[in-house]
């Protein structure tokens, strides 16, 4: 009892008291100093692993600090620490890759924090891009890890890299309508949208004979941040104009033909038989 309450020892405990006391403190500056520096002169994503960078080696720091105070030696440590090393080295190569390819993606830079991205089904917004992965935020705010050998390996789609996005709406209209009528509604409606950009121009393309509709690609462009309300308003804006032109929005539908391609077989409805039920029957002139 007396051993642990020397005097020797007390001053030990104050020593290493004071250490800590002033050290982690300091650290934490240190680590919101880096992360905000870094942060403002690069990318939010350098001042996350500056921050980290700082804060781990100046924790690895005091550790040996305080190993030092205690007396105790770094060198059968340091042996010990080799072998586990080797250990692990073969059993973590898998983490290894993901820190190797970390280095790809901070050199590459193919997305940063809060940029919105597609990973193989899944998108979401990045919060994280650290040593071993990138964490992301889905839109129904799910938590999604994705290891960094895997965005390396994969396609990454980076939906905000640029100011401003382009919206491929598909739109179907009857043959009997005319195509160019169809073509300046569709300009006039991107022209009252409010998230439509009037530059680049909106683009109408002649996409395809569908089975019953004649089928239009509507190409109009949005500023990042409206893209989602431009996706949704522009496909109202068309109903309802549509609606109000009397354009017709076809429903798939089949035609039959008695052996010739201008006649169609003709269908009557018959009258209610005795049983109530309406039939039809086919008659060929």
Same mark, same amino acid.
């Given at each position: 009892?007396?051993?642990?309450?020397?005097?020797?020892?007390?001053?030990?405990?104050?020593?290493?008291?004071?250490?800590?006391?002033?050290?982690?403190?300091?650290?934490?500056?240190?680590?919101?100093?880096?992360?905000?520096?870094?942060?403002?002169?690069?990318?939010?994503?350098?001042?996350?692993?500056?921050?980290?960078?700082?804060?781990?080696?100046?924790?690895?720091?005091?550790?040996?600090?305080?190993?030092?105070?205690?007396?105790?030696?770094?060198?059968?440590?340091?042996?010990?620490?080799?072998?586990?090393?080797?250990?692990?080295?073969?059993?973590?190569?898998?983490?290894?890759?993901?820190?190797?390819?970390?280095?790809?993606?901070?050199?590459?830079?193919?997305?940063?924090?809060?940029?919105?991205?597609? *990973?193989?089904?899944?998108?979401?917004?990045?919060?994280?891009?650290?040593?071993?992965?990138?964490?992301?935020?889905?839109?129904?705010?799910?938590?999604?890890?994705?290891?960094?050998?895997?965005?390396?390996?994969?396609?990454?789609?980076?939906?905000?890299?640029?100011?401003?996005?382009?919206?491929?709406?598909?739109?179907?209209?009857?043959?009997?309508?005319?195509?160019?009528?169809?073509?300046?509604?569709?300009?006039? *409606?991107?022209?009252?949208?409010?998230?439509?950009?009037?530059?680049?121009?909106?683009?109408?393309?002649?996409?395809?004979?569908?089975?019953?509709?004649?089928?239009?690609?509507?190409?109009?462009?949005?500023?990042?941040?409206?893209?989602?309300?431009?996706?949704?308003?522009?496909?109202?804006?068309?109903?309802?104009?549509?609606?109000?032109?009397?354009?017709?929005?076809?429903?798939?539908?089949?035609?039959?033909?008695?052996?010739?391609?201008?006649?169609?077989?003709?269908?009557?409805?018959?009258?209610?038989?005795?049983?109530?039920?309406?039939?039809?029957?086919?008659?060929?002139?």
């Amino acid at each position: 009892m007396e051993t642990y309450f020397s005097e020797e020892f007390l001053q030990l405990s104050f020593k290493i008291a004071l250490i800590l006391i002033i050290t982690i403190p300091v650290l934490f500056l240190l680590r919101g100093w880096a992360r905000n520096f870094f942060t403002k002169k690069y990318a939010p994503h350098y001042g996350m692993l500056a921050g980290k960078l700082v804060f781990y080696t100046g924790l690895i720091i005091l550790v040996v600090t305080i190993m030092g105070q205690l007396g105790i030696s770094l060198a059968p440590l340091l042996g010990a620490a080799g072998i586990v090393g080797i250990a692990l080295g073969f059993a973590s190569q898998t983490s290894v890759s993901n820190i190797i390819s970390g280095l790809f993606l901070i050199a590459e830079q193919p997305f940063k924090v809060d940029d919105i991205i597609t *990973v193989n089904n899944t998108t979401g917004v990045v919060i994280s891009i650290d040593v071993l992965s990138a964490k992301l935020r889905t839109f129904d705010n799910q938590f999604v890890r994705i290891p960094n050998e895997t965005l390396i390996k994969t396609e990454v789609r980076n939906l905000t890299r640029f100011p401003i996005r382009r919206f491929n709406a598909k739109v179907s209209v009857a043959y009997k309508e005319d195509i160019s009528k169809v073509k300046e509604i569709l300009m006039d *409606v991107a022209d009252k949208n409010e998230f439509a950009l009037s530059e680049p121009k909106p683009i109408i393309l002649f996409d395809a004979f569908g089975a019953s509709s004649i089928d239009l690609l509507f190409l109009v462009w949005a500023p990042v941040s409206e893209f989602l309300q431009l996706r949704n308003t522009i496909q109202e804006d068309i109903k309802a104009r549509f609606d109000e032109e009397g354009i017709e929005i076809p429903f798939p539908h089949v035609s039959l033909y008695s052996g010739s391609a201008s006649k169609a077989i003709p269908i009557e409805i018959s009258d209610t038989d005795s049983s109530g039920s309406g039939k039809f029957k086919g008659r060929n002139k």
